[in-house]
């Protein structure tokens, strides 16, 4: 069973930064893309980021630039650097596994207002 825990949201004001965690653990998850997604009320769940087993990263286009996804495999971290955050960024970020994800975590809820 693959647990994926995430961590790091939180409110910050427009033009600010956050960090999102995503802990794996269990089995089933070696050798699967982990990936970032965000739903807003009211949008469907949409993609922002995902790093595949082999290194290669890949981003939605509209978060390229502001956001960096990147891993520590040694405790099976993922992490989402978020800058110059926007209130439309405003969401449930996700972490997933796979792709498409197989496995989802219970999702860490980002505000942006001033």
């Known amino acids: 069973q693959v647990k994926l825990v995430e961590s790091g949201g939180g409110l910050v004001q427009p033009g600010g930064s956050l960090r999102l965690s995503c802990k794996a653990s269990g089995n089933g998850f070696r050798g699967l893309s982990r990936g970032w997604y965000r739903q807003s009320p009211g949008k469907e769940r949409e993609f922002v980021a995902r790093i595949t087993d082999g290194g290669r990263i890949i981003y939605a286009d509209s978060m390229r630039g502001r956001f960096t996804i990147s891993r520590d495999n040694a405790p099976n971290m993922v992490f989402l650097q978020m800058n110059n955050l926007e209130p439309e960024d405003a969401a449930v970020y996700y972490c997933?596994?796979?792709?498409?994800?197989?496995?989802w975590g219970q999702g860490t809820q980002v505000t942006v207002s001033s």
């Open positions: 997933g596994a796979g792709y498409p994800p197989q496995y």
